[in-house]
């Protein structure tokens, strides 16, 4: 259980990265299982950026200001706050 919760907490590390503190949003759109990899530490490291999105603004306004975009990737994931 304890592995599985810092494998938890590094993914949620490594988004709460791109959406906050990256000078601009980035959404990775196809967050799944098969894109966290595991080093030998068991460290999860967010994997497959393909389709993400770098978010500069959104219909002239800022991302911080929107509330949904047109959003792609693995169907059944959506970005906290972007549904």
Same mark, same amino acid.
């Given at each position: 259980?304890?592995?599985?919760? !810092?494998?938890?907490?590094?993914? /949620?590390? /490594?988004?709460? @990265?791109?959406?906050?503190?990256?000078?601009?949003? #980035?959404?990775?759109?196809?967050?799944?299982? !098969? !894109?966290?990899?595991?080093?030998?530490?068991?460290?999860?490291?967010?994997?497959?950026?393909?389709? /993400?999105?770098? #978010?500069?603004?959104?219909? &002239?306004?800022?991302?911080?200001?929107?509330?949904?975009?047109?959003?792609? &990737?693995? #169907? &059944? @994931?959506?970005?906290? &706050?972007?549904?």
């Amino acid at each position: 259980l304890g592995q599985r919760l !810092n494998v938890i907490i590094d993914v /949620a590390d /490594a988004l709460h @990265y791109l959406h906050q503190e990256c000078e601009h949003l #980035v959404l990775h759109c196809d967050l799944k299982p !098969n !894109n966290v990899l595991l080093d030998d530490h068991m460290v999860a490291h967010v994997s497959d950026f393909g389709i /993400a999105r770098l #978010v500069l603004s959104i219909g &002239g306004s800022s991302w911080k200001d929107t509330s949904s975009i047109g959003i792609k &990737g693995t #169907v &059944g @994931y959506a970005p906290p &706050g972007m549904v």
